[in-house]
């Protein structure tokens, strides 16, 4: 078995998830950050996080059933949250142990952070809706002009307790409901991450029911104000969802094995 070329595999992600097409904050570097010394891919890993325990656990989830026969390295680290999110600073501290974690492993890091949010198949906000059997897909609130979130119709009977019932089921988290809106849930609204000021959106667009991660203190008050229901289940929890179906859609596509890095923060 030979390795796919890194370059291949980069430009199929560049293309399929429309980074340079794509509006970010400034330092989320979208696409590859880390090439790899072999330039080939013998196996991806997803992770939510590039943190330091992230690239050093790649020791403890290579050498099994998947990786038989295959050589040392050529990994590539697929995640949504990169590296330089504390902009332009000096490769020391924290950042050199995360450089050379990865040098020694040989791991090529690709990250994406909205071009993951908003994507239509594998995005985290399209993939949470389908886990949560939204009916009618539709786009929901914008990013810099770009819509990003997901819409639907709730499955019948549906209430707001049996809802947040399913999300900690699907994500294995344990969601907080701010119950600003009526019991019965009929519109949902995803929009994962740290999207809790989206609430008003949410109410504009007609929804009673609004699924994201965390927010502010003052999106209590919002949600109940503005009648709707308000339910936090966790940035970490809510955004593990699109790089698992990168990963899988990537490795079916190239014939590569994949796995999940999980490490859950509590955030």
Known sequence: MAGVPLSDVVAYLDGYLKIADVPDEPNAVNGLQVENRSG???RIIAAVDASLETIEGVDRRTGGPADAGLPAGGILLLVHHGLFWDGNVPVTGRRYKRLRALLDRDAALYSAHIPLDLHPEVGNNAVLARMLDLADPAP????RGISIGVQ?????GTTRERLVERINRVLATEARL???????????????GGAGSSVRA??????????????????????????????????YATEQV???????????????PREFHRHPTGM
């Open 140 to 143: 929901f609130d914008l990013y």
């Open 202 to 235: 949410a109410r504009e667009a007609g929804l009673d029911t609004f699924v994201t991660g965390e927010g502010a203190h003052h999106t209590y008050f919002d949600a109940m104000e503005l009648g709707v229901n308000l339910i936090y289940a966790g940035h």
């Open 152 to 156: 639907g119709r709730a499955p019948r």
């Open 242 to 256: 699109g790089v698992q179906a990168l990963a899988e859609h990537l490795g079916a596509r190239f014939g590569l």
């Open 178 to 192: 701010i119950p600003g809106g009526p019991e019965p849930v009929s519109r949902v609204g995803v929009v994962t």
């Open 40 to 42: 080939a891919v013998w």
